[in-house]
């Protein structure tokens, strides 16, 4: 079985300062890792994957996210938060490669000018 | 290259009625699937296709009929509508030198009354 869990349905941070949106998984094979974001009334776009090679993953618009086997996570981090960020952020996890994916809650970031 | 397309945008059932979401895709993907996105719920999965002919139930596949006649085109019916069917409804697809990431369409918005 897979599964995921953001921490933080919520995030609020300001422009300029550290954006950190937190993920772990639980997977009983190598899982495949992604993070999507959402702007409103949009579908989603992919931001960044893990497909088991560099544990750390740079994606579009600056944002990056690191695997870490040993704590499960694979959090999404950005240096300096943008208005443009501002959005609903997933994570999701497989093991089947892109199939099946299975999505985390969501963490919906604001940014305060 | 209008990459995933879904309609209609938005929809209002009474339960019971019957309906078809469209989608359709230009990128000969051969992957396809159906997610719903509740409130936080995330995103999950409800049918999903390796193929054209070839479909599968996910996470939550009650209430809704998958057929995939064509590489184009994936749609999802609603036989008999009830309220917990209301919801955003997304297709995805992928594939190809774009395996390892999922093109979403913009979503349907459903209301069942």
């Known amino acids: 079985a897979q599964s995921v869990t953001q921490l933080g349905s919520h995030v609020s941070v300001s422009e300029g300062a550290l954006v950190l949106l937190r993920c772990n998984y639980s997977?009983?094979?190598?899982?495949?890792l992604f993070w999507y974001v959402q702007y409103p009334n949009q579908g989603l776009q992919l931001l960044l994957k893990?497909?088991?090679?560099?544990?750390l993953v740079k994606g579009i618009n600056g944002f990056e996210a690191e695997f870490k086997k040993s704590e499960t996570s694979f959090h999404l981090t950005k240096p300096s938060a943008h208005m443009s960020d501002a959005a609903e952020y997933f994570c999701?996890?497989?093991?089947?490669?892109?199939?099946?994916?299975?999505f985390g809650t969501g963490t919906r970031l604001t940014i305060i000018p | 290259n209008a990459g995933v397309t879904q309609t209609p945008k938005f929809q209002v059932l009474k339960t019971g009625q019957s309906m078809t979401l469209q989608c359709a895709q230009d990128?000969?993907?051969?992957?396809m699937s159906w997610y719903r996105q509740d409130p936080g719920m995330g995103l999950r999965l409800i049918h999903y296709?390796?193929?054209?002919?070839?479909?599968d139930q996910g996470e939550v596949p009650n209430g809704y009929n998958v057929s995939r006649s064509t590489t184009e085109d994936f749609p999802l019916r609603l036989l008999s509508a009830a309220p917990s069917q209301t919801s955003v409804y997304f297709c995805a697809a992928h594939g190809g030198s774009s395996y390892n990431e999922q093109f979403f369409g913009p979503g349907t918005r459903l209301t069942v009354l």
């Open positions: 999701a996890v497989s093991q089947f490669g892109n199939e099946k994916l299975t």
């Open positions: 997977s009983s094979v190598p899982p495949y």
């Open positions: 893990y497909t088991s090679a560099a544990t």
């Open positions: 296709s390796v193929g054209a002919g070839i479909t």
């Open positions: 990128m000969n993907h051969e992957y």
